[in-house]
């Protein structure tokens, strides 16, 4: 049995130690901080009952992941104390209950956009929620996976249509001179569903290019997945590795799903906020303007 469980162990860690970047074998290396610590769990058992191979070899698979995780011991940017802008991130899982309590962290926060995820299908209500923010574009979704951004400013719209078939819409807009691509990839769960959400890493990537412009999203994706970590390369990652935001809030517990990236010409910090209700927590993300 001990046998048996110390190679379950190392075959769930093998496509984070290869860094797997095919779907589905990338869900498993999404797991990469609760493979860690099942691992060193089983190393100290190993080394307690004696078995000092199969201890060994665990020791091995964590410090092979911790050395080539290095978002885990990633910082985020120094907290903006006086911002010119802030936006509240959510999915709310058609939720309008959620969208009510997402209102009222809004209002506290004094936020100037509110972005939501998965949308109720009938905007009535949140509108009415969010009343403060009447201006709103969400991109043409039937699926009911996009974003919609409220606003109390004027917003134009930047309207794609260049995205494969299959792709979810990406709501752009610009307010305030600052550019605002909201997305959500789907689930890698296929060879399509992972071409489609790097199809729109790439086009947020391509907006980004034109400078101020802040990439938020529930991404279903975490930071050392090949998709961020390219995303990284070209624009400053707020969300600490350590800062979950689906399922649980406490590391190893939950995920960090939901990411925001910002240009480099901008200077900004994230938060995650309280529990709305919705099985992911919020992103509070304030911008200054130098």
């Known amino acids: 049995m001990f046998l048996i469980t110390g190679a379950l162990i190392l075959l769930m860690a093998l496509p984070a130690l290869f860094n797997t970047k095919g779907a589905p074998l990338e869900l498993i290396a999404t797991l990469r ?55 509240v991130w959510c999915n709310v899982f058609q939720k309008n209950s959620v969208v009510e ?8 926060q004094t936020a100037d956009v509110v972005i939501l995820a998965e949308p ?33 400013a004027p917003l134009t719209e930047r309207p794609r249509s260049d995205l494969p078939p299959g792709v979810y819409p990406l709501a752009i807009v610009e307010t305030d001179q600052i550019r605002i691509v909201a997305m959500h990839p789907p689930v890698a769960v296929s060879p399509s569903a992972m071409k489609a959400s790097t199809a729109m890493m790439a086009a947020a990537l391509d907006e980004a290019a034109a400078g101020r412009t802040l990439v938020i999203g529930d ?20 969300t600490p590795a350590l800062g979950s935001t689906w399922f649980s809030s406490l590391p190893v517990l939950g995920l960090p799903i939901d990411h925001a990236f910002v240009t480099s010409d901008l ?9 709305v209700g919705s099985d992911h927590l919020p992103l509070i993300v304030s911008i200054a303007r130098d």
């Open 33 to 87: 901080p609760q493979i860690i610590v099942v691992a060193f769990a089983f190393a100290c058992a190993a080394f307690t009952v004696g078995r000092f191979w199969s201890g060994g070899a665990a020791v091995l698979v964590v410090a092979v992941l911790l050395v080539t995780t290095p978002e885990l011991f990633s910082r985020a940017p120094s907290p903006v104390t006086r911002p010119a802008m802030k936006v």
């Open 101 to 108: 309590r997402l209102a009222t962290l809004a209002q506290k």
């Open 120 to 152: 109720p299908r009938d905007l009535a209500r949140a509108r009415r929620a969010l009343s403060d923010y009447p201006f709103v574009y969400g991109a043409p979704d039937p699926g009911e996976h996009g974003a919609v951004v409220f606003s109390r």
């Open 219 to 238: 991404m279903n994706a975490t930071p050392w997945s090949h998709r961020l970590r390219v995303v990284s390369k070209q624009m400053v990652r707020l």
């Open 267 to 275: 200077r900004a910090s994230t938060t995650v906020g309280p529990g």
